[in-house]
């Protein structure tokens, strides 16, 4: 009985001592995917950085986990040793709880279904409609090159006119979705990645509407930098 005891104590000692849950839990499922290893990566001093991994050995759920003060951009890595392996990160704004990403072996990027994070769900919803604007680029290069060949420079103009003020409806909506959602890291990410190259002013204004997390968040922290030297 006392053997007994001893055994059940240093077990529930183990227990006590096994490492605590990170503030993110990632759980990743690939359809078809029997061999092979995945990486949960962060940028870390403008380089890609493995923060967990796990091999896998068969068809099965595995959970990546990490810790973060903010929503920041996550990836995950897929490598089976392949020469030929590309198209092979999947992207995702992590934040604090538990997500799950399911995706198959032969669309592992395209077919990746993320859920459990608010900040994805809002960056899912932005590109939703950039993904409209960039259908409409396309058709207007596609009229171009064809006024091009037939040399009709009054569609050339119109057509140049047209790409000009969708460029312009591009910026601002970005602007505006940014601004709407100053609660988000979204709002500085969108920022820094998105539209430094334009306008001053619209990154002043999407500085200046950030909320006070967001403010001190890695990418508010980034984007008031980027105004400051900027001042320079």
């Not at 990486?39 to 595995?62: C, F, G, H, N, W």
């Not at 988000?184 to 430094?196: E, F, M």
Request: proline letters at 3%; glycine letters at 4%; one cysteine or more.
């Amino acid at each position: 009985m006392k053997q007994n005891i001893i055994k059940l104590l240093f077990f529930l000692f183990l227990g006590s001592c096994s490492a605590p849950k990170k503030d993110m839990q990632v759980e990743v499922f690939v359809k078809d995917l029997k061999k092979g290893t995945l990486y949960l990566e962060r940028v870390q001093d403008s380089i890609l950085v493995a923060v967990d991994s796990m091999e896998i050995t068969k068809e099965k759920p595995i959970i990546l986990e990490a810790d973060l003060n903010h929503p920041e951009l996550f990836y995950v890595l897929l490598d089976r040793n392949k020469a030929n392996d590309f198209d092979n990160r999947i992207p995702f704004f992590g934040e604090a709880g538990n997500i799950s990403i399911q995706t198959t072996l032969d669309g592992y990027v395209t077919k990746a279904e993320v859920v459990g994070s608010p900040t994805q769900d809002i960056f899912n919803s932005y590109k939703k409609v950039i993904n409209q604007f960039n259908n409409e680029e396309l058709d207007l290069l596609a009229a171009y090159l064809q006024a091009q060949i037939s040399q009709n420079n009054d569609s050339l103009a119109l057509l140049e006119k047209q790409s000009a003020n969708l460029a312009n409806r591009k910026i601002l909506f970005t602007a505006n979705f940014a601004v709407n959602n100053n609660n988000s890291v979204i709002a500085p990410y969108l920022a820094l990645y998105n539209l430094t190259s334009d306008s001053k002013s619209l990154l002043d204004t999407i500085a200046s509407s950030m909320s006070d997390d967001v403010r001190n968040s890695s990418y508010g922290k980034q984007l008031r930098d980027y105004l400051a030297d900027a001042e320079k």
